[in-house]
């Protein structure tokens, strides 16, 4: 079983519809992190979580929210999406502590229309 | 901010070859560096993972190398396979988070 899993792994939606992208992970990992890819601009920080209580913007928040329900399960979610949300989003995983080995999730490909 | 650069952005080799893959970063305050694996559809897979204070790192037939003074890292690949088909990038641990690279996609002909 993989140990960082993203449900789902495609979508497909409308401009100014709520959507929600889940994150669960068993390796046991405090710090839990949203990218997304774009097309020549590689992978960019939505947001991280260091623990339950400790969450932090990236570098391109804007238009996304984040919870951490518990350890495992860190979701996304983009309140209205609008087109240019459409991308190859991941999540992934660290142990806590500065520079650890992040590991990450298969992926889900969302697209706006 | 952090800039990293991966050149060429595509290259095919005939299989058996030996090859190398470039990264280059423009702020040498970082803590690691780590390759990756990126297979359509699968994600990335972490190749290795080079400390800021080691200069390389060795799995299988990958061999990383550091030199945090000039801002480079090389992925050295032996013996190409078939297999070994996929977009390779790098990215820096630094700020508390990683930096990436846009990848090399790389094309191992039979």
């Known amino acids: 079983d993989a140990d960082v899993t993203q449900t789902p792994r495609n979508r497909i939606t409308k401009t100014g519809k709520r959507i929600m992208l889940e994150c669960s992970q068993t390796k046991g990992h405090d710090r839990m992190y949203w990218y997304r890819q774009d097309p020549g601009l590689g992978l960019r920080l939505i947001y991280y979580?260091?623990?339950?209580?400790?969450?932090n913007k990236g570098e391109i928040s804007d238009g996304y929210s984040v919870s951490r329900q518990a350890q495992a399960k860190f979701s996304l979610s983009l309140e209205s999406a609008i087109p240019n949300q459409t991308a190859l989003y991941f999540c992934?995983?660290?142990?806590?502590?500065?520079?650890?080995?992040?590991?990450f999730g298969p992926g889900t490909r969302l697209t706006v229309l | 901010k952090q800039e990293v650069t991966q050149i060429p952005a595509a290259l095919s080799v005939p299989e058996g070859e030996n090859l190398v893959l470039n990264c280059s970063f423009t702020d040498s305050a970082i803590y690691n560096l780590q390759w990756f694996r990126q297979d359509p559809g699968k994600g990335l897979t972490s190749l290795l993972l080079?400390?800021?204070?080691?200069r390389e790192q060795t799995s299988g037939r990958l061999n990383a190398s550091l030199d945090k003074s000039s801002g480079r890292s090389t992925l050295y690949i032996a013996a190409s396979q078939p297999g070994d088909s996929a977009t390779y990038l790098c990215?820096?641990?630094?700020?508390?988070?990683?930096?990436f690279g846009t990848g090399t996609r790389l094309t191992i002909i039979p």
């Open positions: 990215a820096v641990f630094g700020n508390e988070k990683l930096t």
């Open positions: 979580s260091f623990d339950v209580k400790d969450i």
């Open positions: 992934a995983t660290s142990l806590g502590g500065a520079g650890n080995e992040q590991f």
């Open positions: 080079i400390q800021s204070s080691q």
